[in-house]
Nanobody
């Protein structure tokens, strides 16, 4: 099974940027759909973005469209989330997840493998 490790979180002021990385090991991610999710205190985990196996298709939650960009480098076995124009409401723990297969999936329940999460805090 694939192991996922997120990095790149931190504290940033509103309007700032962060780039999250998700490094995979044990298996190549080239046959996995990858997603970024987040969970704020007291709230359910929600999808932020997803990307198909070859990067040709992407999905974004309405709340992050135009501000966040998901990408992947299968040769480096890594997925990224570029976050620009950050808002205080983006504060959450961000998780990387993998689903075997090729086509986009937005349902949290179909993602089989998860990282431990990285904290993103945006101050006003």
């Amino acid at each position: 099974q694939v192991q996922l490790v997120e990095s790149g979180g931190g504290l940033v002021q509103a309007g700032g940027s962060l780039r999250l990385s998700c490094a995979a090991s044990r298996r190549t991610i080239s046959t996995y759909v990858m997603g970024w999710f987040r969970q704020a205190p007291g709230r359910e985990r929600e999808i932020v973005a997803a990307i198909s196996w070859n990067g040709a298709s992407t999905y974004y939650a309405e709340s992050v469209k135009g501000r966040f960009t998901i990408s992947r480098d299968n040769a480096k076995n890594t997925v990224y989330l570029q976050m620009n124009s950050l808002k205080p409401e983006d504060t959450a723990v961000y998780f990387c997840a993998a689903k075997p297969g090729y086509y986009l999936a937005t349902d949290i329940k179909v993602y089989d493998y998860w990282g431990q999460g990285t904290q993103v805090s945006v101050s006003s």
